[in-house]
């Protein structure tokens, strides 16, 4: 039976940062944050009491991992590699599924 390592807390941090960087990027403008809204059924003013939630980071990033015009954009304005996005949702997810 193999061990696999716990993931560090930092790399969980990393990966909620890259999160809420999206989510930043997503409210900065209504063309991108209202279809992710109507998307997702969430109103404004739920985002206040579920942006804690690990399944809502996970379902962010999956919103904009299936744009890639809009992922594309998102690293490029984060200054990061658009896999980074992929990476952090893999550690929200398995981090959220309670997986080390």
Not at 60 to 89: C, F, K, S, T, W
């Amino acid at each position: 039976m193999s061990r696999r390592t716990p993931r560090s807390l930092s790399t969980v941090q990393a990966a909620r940062q890259v999160s809420l960087g999206a989510l930043t990027f997503l409210a900065g403008d209504p063309e991108r944050i209202g279809p992710f809204l109507a998307e997702s059924g969430l109103s404004p003013a739920d985002l206040r009491g579920i942006a804690g939630s690990p399944a809502f980071h996970v379902a962010l990033l999956d919103y904009l991992i299936a744009r890639q015009d809009m992922l594309i954009a998102y690293a490029a304005e984060a200054e990061i590699d658009p896999g980074h996005v992929v990476a952090a949702r893999e550690v929200l997810f398995h981090a959220d599924m309670g997986e080390d």
